[in-house]
C-alpha cells in the first residue's frame, strides 16, 4: 500500500507474536507531500479484506513507473541459520536493486512456499534493498535445503523485474 501512495520504504522493523504483526516503517515520498493518512488505512483495510487486487495494481505501478535498476548491485540471496533466535528457524538475507512493490514481492514469495515470517529488518541503501526476514516453519521444523531450494527460486522470481532475466548470486 505504501509503494501504490508513491512511498519509498527506507527502512522497517518488523515483529511478530503471539499471531500478531507490528510493523514500522520509515518511508520517504516519492513525488511532493506524502498521502492523508486517512488513505493509507482505507488502502490498509481494503487489501486485507481482499477487496483490492494488490498485486495487479503493483505491477501496473512497476509499468507505470519504470525504474531503471542499472545503479544497483547484482541481486544476492543468502541463509544465515547460526543467528537464528525466537520463533525463527532461519535467516533469509535478500539483496536487489530496490522498486516499487517489492518488498510485497518478497515476503508473497516466502509465504507462497510455506514459510512465516516472524520478524525482519528492512533497509534501502542507495538503489539497493537489503533485507533480512527471519522465518519459520509453522511445523517448527528448521528450513530443509529443498525447502531453501523452493524459496530461493520464488525470491528470484520475486526480485525479477517483468520481462528481466537477470542472474541472482547464491541462489
Not at 530461493?152 to 548470486?169: E, I, K, N, S
Request: hydrophobic share 45%; glycine share 10%; proline share 6%.
Amino acid at each position: 500500500m505504501l509503494a501504490l501512495n508513491q512511498l519509498d520504504v527506507r527502512a522497517a522493523k518488523i515483529t511478530v507474536e503471539g499471531g500478531h504483526a507490528t510493523s514500522v516503517f520509515a518511508v520517504r515520498p516519492r513525488f511532493g507531500r506524502a498521502p492523508v493518512p486517512e488513505i493509507l488505512a482505507d488502502g490498509v483495510r481494503a487489501a486485507l479484506e481482499g477487496s483490492l487486487p494488490l498485486a495487479e495494481r503493483l505491477r501496473q505501478r512497476e509499468a507505470d513507473y519504470h525504474q531503471d535498476g542499472a545503479r544497483s548491485a547484482p541481486p544476492r540471496i543468502s541463509w544465515h541459520n547460526g543467528e537464528v533466535s525466537g520463533a525463527a528457524t532461519g535467516i533469509v538475507e535478500v539483496r536487489a536493486g530496490d522498486r516499487a512493490g517489492l518488498l510485497y514481492r518478497l515476503t508473497a514469495a516466502i509465504a507462497g512456499e510455506g514459510l512465516d515470517v516472524t520478524s525482519a529488518r528492512i533497509e534501502t541503501l542507495g538503489a539497493d534493498a537489503v533485507d533480512c526476514f527471519y522465518v519459520a516453519n509453522p511445523s517448527g521444523d528448521p528450513v530443509d535445503p529443498e525447502q531453501r531450494r523452493r524459496v530461493d527460486a520464488a525470491l528470484v522470481g520475486a526480485m525479477r523485474p517483468a520481462g528481466a532475466d537477470t542472474p541472482v548470486a547464491g541462489a
